[in-house]
């Protein structure tokens, strides 16, 4: 695909946004006060959300019809979910399971902040849309958005199933042990290297890549929509005809089918949280070392999963140029 200078457009505005730059919101409505806030954006698939949880903080029992992967940034709680739970520590992954009941209480006197991951695109709730934040283009309308809320329950009482919940390691692992996968094939690289592991449920994945310096991938696309959110250092990110330079404390998406490329210039490494709807987990390699959060009853249902597409007839130069500036 040739492209003409012309056409190469910066996408700054549309595909990314400072998470510090997205006001802020309660988790909870206010007759359920919790302790809570968060900071939300949002494609047509998914919704990636920052949440700020204070030491006092104790959710109601809620469900929402939507898969969750959670990654913990900062700090330990409690999570239950249904009839179990388990504590997650600083740097774990959990999942909750569409339409689980759950609630979450933070452990400890420090607070907790997490990277939440709702497929669909948790954003139903009046208060909560109308801060959230849309990463869309121009040509996608917000009627594309698939979205759901939260069902708030008054029948569960939570210190008795606290009390007898059972261990469900199933939906939580340490991403510390799970295996690196090499993501990206030598093949498809221009420079650097880049090491992931990744976590998966039905509907979504979550992982976190280190993107070494000098890092530079090919073109590629693949038919899931991809969220982002850089924990450390900086990238350029180039997405059809457009790009922009990605900052730590930024989310960015990358739509489905997108044709898409990176480059880490500097001599530091970038890091990101990455979230593919469905889960990017399709591609040789990947499905062995990707490790899946899934309850025993779920095993046998089928995952959603897709694979890389590597096309050869990007201009990937022309765009790099416009998006960069001469180098």
Not at 119 to 145: H, K, N, S, Y
Not at 170 to 181: F, G, K, M, Y
């Amino acid at each position: 695909m040739r492209i003409e200078p012309s056409k190469a457009v910066s996408q700054r505005s549309s595909l990314v946004v400072a998470f510090a730059d997205v006001p802020e919101t309660s988790l909870t409505p206010a007759r359920f006060p919790s302790g809570g806030s968060a900071r939300i954006a949002y494609g047509c698939d998914s919704s990636m959300r920052a949440a700020s949880l204070q030491p006092d903080y104790r959710s109601k029992p809620h469900r929402h019809d939507a898969e969750q992967l959670s990654y913990v940034v900062q700090g330990e709680l409690h999570v239950f979910v249904d009839d179990g739970g388990f504590v997650a520590k600083e740097g774990d992954v959990f999942r909750i399971p569409h339409n689980a009941v759950h609630w979450l209480r933070v452990h400890g006197a420090d607070p907790c902040v997490l990277l939440e991951i709702h497929t669909p695109a948790l954003i139903g709730d009046p208060c909560v849309f109308d801060t959230a934040v849309a990463l869309l283009r121009g040509a996608e309308a917000l009627c594309q958005v698939r979205s759901v809320g939260s069902q708030w329950l008054t029948d569960v009482h939570p210190v008795h199933a606290e009390r007898i919940g059972i261990e469900l390691d199933a939906l939580r692992v340490c991403l510390a042990d799970v295996p690196e996968t090499n993501l990206v094939p030598a093949k498809y690289l221009s420079g650097g290297s880049i090491g992931a592991q990744i976590v998966y449920g039905r509907e979504s994945s979550v992982m976190v890549a280190t993107r070494q310096p000098g890092y530079h991938s090919k073109p590629h696309r693949h038919d899931a929509e991809q969220l982002n959110y850089v924990l450390q250092g900086e990238l350029y990110v180039f997405v059809d005809v457009g790009g922009f330079l990605a900052k730590e404390g930024d989310v960015f998406r990358v739509p489905r089918n997108a044709i898409h490329w990176s480059w880490v210039q500097g001599t530091k490494p970038c890091v990101l949280l990455e979230s593919h709807s469905p889960g990017l987990i399709g591609d040789p390699g990947v499905t062995d070392t990707a490790v899946a959060l899934l309850r025993a009853s779920e095993r046998n249902d089928g995952v959603q999963s897709v694979g890389s597409q590597w096309p050869h007839d990007v201009d990937q130069g022309c765009v790099e140029r416009m998006v960069m500036g001469p180098h």
